[in-house]
Nanobody, 124 residues
Framework: QVHLIQSGGGLVHAGGALSLSCTER????????MGWFRQAPGKKEREFVA?????????LYSPNLKGRFTISRDKDKGTGYLQMSSLEPEDTAIYFC????????????????WGQGTQVTVSS
């Protein structure tokens, strides 16, 4: 059974930076896509943040991020990363990583496995 283990996140002042990581256990990311989504306080829906084709490394970003986030992966470690900079209070959310058995990009239903979620709080 595949498990995604997240780490990172926390509290940061506006303008600061944080990094998140997501490690897969019980499977391989090979030919998977990995994505990051976030759920803002009081919102039911998750918002797409970024995704990466695990094998080829091609990234896809939400246009709302204005180039502040970077997604990457270490294939040897089976770990994906989301580096966030110039954080804004509006970035406050629970961040989830997810993996898909085929490239799903921003299409949330295409992801089969989900991490436990990590809180990111940006104070003004």
């Amino acid at each position: 059974q595949v498990h995604l283990i997240q780490s990172g996140g926390g509290l940061v002042h506006a303008g600061g930076a944080l990094s998140l990581s997501c490690t897969e256990r019980g499977g391989t990311f090979s030919d998977y896509g990995m994505g990051w989504f976030r759920q803002a306080p009081g919102k039911k829906e998750r918002e797409f943040v970024a995704a990466i084709h695990w094998d080829e490394g091609h990234p896809l970003y939400s246009p709302n991020l204005k180039g502040r986030f970077t997604i990457s992966r270490d294939k040897d470690k089976g770990t994906g990363y989301l580096q966030m900079s110039s954080l804004e209070p509006e970035d406050t959310a629970i961040y989830f990583c997810a993996s898909s058995y085929a490239w799903s990009g921003s299409y949330e239903p295409g992801y089969q496995n989900w991490g436990q979620g990590t809180q990111v709080t940006v104070s003004s």
